[in-house]
């Protein structure tokens, strides 16, 4: 019988760090070649986001650093990755186009940054939520290390609240899981309910990007604090 997942996200259905960390970690090699095309202007239109803000930059999930290259001098970016083959290709990267504002990159769970409160001007996120196996957890992360009145820069695959769609995305779901992949848990739905319940999270914009119209740009900021009078 096909699978049923709960639009709230408590069906995990086995998509744990280990399983998600084993299909990048076999991603790696042929990673960009697949992907690169395919996701580049959502990638583009994230950075251009990012870059009009400029400053400090996290971006979570950074692979083999695509993403890298465009940055402006303007940002100081540090990448972080659950995969350590994905962060070689970064890495190597890196050292191949001498990336003088890449600050550092390094293995870590985007459910624990090991990060101090309000670091960082900019949280990206391309093509990562989808892959957390807690997103919420993940989330909350990124608004922590954000400083008030910094952005959250997001991109990701919304799957359908309902019709058809959601039909498919659900029995598409245990096919793409060892991929790396899900493709039925994460409607809007489930973006706004995170966002109603973080404190001081408001919604700069969500827009559409390639490819099929199943992507977005979403970007959050976190409400500056009012100086006490
Ligand atoms: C679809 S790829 C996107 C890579 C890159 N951001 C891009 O635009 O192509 C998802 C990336 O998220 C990473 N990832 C998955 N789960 C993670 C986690 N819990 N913490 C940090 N990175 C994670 C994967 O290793 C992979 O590099």
Do not use: C
Request: aromatic content about 8%.
């Amino acid at each position: 019988m096909a699978e049923t997942l709960k639009l709230d996200g408590t069906d995990q259905l086995d998509f744990d760090r280990e399983t998600v960390e084993r299909a990048y970690d076999r991603w790696a090699p042929i990673y960009d070649l697949v992907f690169g095309g395919v996701f580049g202007k959502g990638r583009q239109a994230a950075i251009v986001a990012t870059n009009s803000l400029g400053g400090r930059v996290l971006e979570v999930g950074v692979g083999t650093g695509i993403s890298l290259p465009q940055y402006a001098a303007n940002t100081r970016v540090f990448g972080t990755d659950i995969s350590e083959a994905m962060l070689r290709k970064a890495h190597q990267r890196v050292k191949e186009l001498g990336l003088k504002n890449v600050e550092g990159l390094a293995v870590m769970d985007a459910e624990k940054l090991e990060f101090p409160d309000n670091s960082f001007d900019v949280v990206m996120a391309q093509y990562v939520v989808t892959a957390v196996p807690n997103p919420e957890v993940a989330l909350d992360e990124f608004a922590r290390v954000l400083r008030p009145g910094g952005e959250m820069i997001l991109l990701s695959r919304v799957s359908a609240d309902a019709g058809v769609r959601r039909f498919i995305e659900q029995r598409l779901q245990p096919v793409v899981r060892p991929l790396g992949f899900r493709t039925a848990e994460f409607a809007w739905s489930r973006f706004a309910k995170w966002q109603a319940g973080a404190a001081g999270i408001e919604l700069v914009e969500r827009r559409l990007v390639p490819p099929l119209g199943h992507f977005s740009l979403i970007r959050f900021r976190k409400v500056e604090i009012a100086a006490a009078a």
